[in-house]
């Protein structure tokens, strides 16, 4: 089974819409990560978790919003969905000894 | 500026080729640096740690230019299944738990 899981895989929505995008691990780590990819450039932190309750803006914030309830959960929702937000979204973890980050398969988004 | 720069190909090169990549970053105290490697809009995945020595893993070798804020990955005897986007990643921000990512250098090897 994957360590770090991603639903859905796909989604196609239409501008307006509210969705949540949900990540969960296994592997016990306490900081998770948010990150969307676009062609053509690397990914961009949109928010990051230390721990449970523990919320920090990344690069991207705006337009978006996480909730971190549980040590192995991190969802990310876009509370109005733009076409500009059509991207692959990538969730991730590490642990704190560690220095690398392991990914979800990601969530190919598309907003209408 | 972006905090990470990547020439982004691609690198288009015959199998066996010796290829290399370099990566600049903005921020002098960064901490920690990463080579990952992206297959076709998959998840990225470690290839390598760099250190300020340098490493080794096979055909592959990164190293770590501190003065010139620079990382270089250099592939011998390129194989087909070398054909990816190879990311470069730094680690910054409070408690360096903060990654930025290149935009990536896609390499070709082709038979």
């Known amino acids: 089974d994957a360590d770090v899981t991603q639903t859905p895989r796909n989604r196609i929505t239409k501008t307006g819409k509210r969705i949540m995008l949900e990540c969960s691990q296994t592997?016990?780590?306490?900081?998770m990560y948010w990150y969307r990819q676009d062609p053509g450039l690397g990914l961009q932190l949109i928010y990051y978790s230390f721990d449970v309750k523990d919320i920090n803006k990344g690069e991207i914030s705006d337009g978006y919003s996480v909730s971190r309830q549980a040590q192995a959960k991190f969802s990310l929702s876009l509370e109005s969905a733009i076409p500009n937000q059509t991207a692959l979204y990538f969730c991730?973890?590490?642990?704190?000894?560690?220095?690398?980050?392991?990914f979800g398969p990601g969530t190919r988004l598309t907003v209408l | 500026r972006k905090e990470v720069e990547q020439d982004p190909g691609p690198f288009n090169v015959p199998e066996g080729a010796t290829v290399a990549f370099n990566c600049t970053y903005s921020?002098?105290?960064?901490?920690?640096f990463f080579w990952y490697r992206q297959d076709c809009r998959k998840e990225p995945k470690l290839l390598m740690s760099v250190y300020s020595s340098g490493n080794e893993d096979g055909r592959f070798t990164a190293q770590l230019n501190r003065a010139s804020q620079y990382i270089s990955l250099l592939i011998r005897d390129s194989k087909l299944s070398d054909s990816a986007t190879y990311l470069c990643v730094v680690n910054m921000g409070y408690n360096f738990n903060k990654f930025y990512f290149g935009s990536g250098t896609k390499l070709n090897v082709k038979p």
């Open positions: 592997k016990g780590h306490d900081r």
């Open positions: 921020n002098s105290a960064s901490q920690s």
């Open positions: 991730a973890t590490k642990g704190t000894g560690g220095d690398e980050q392991f």
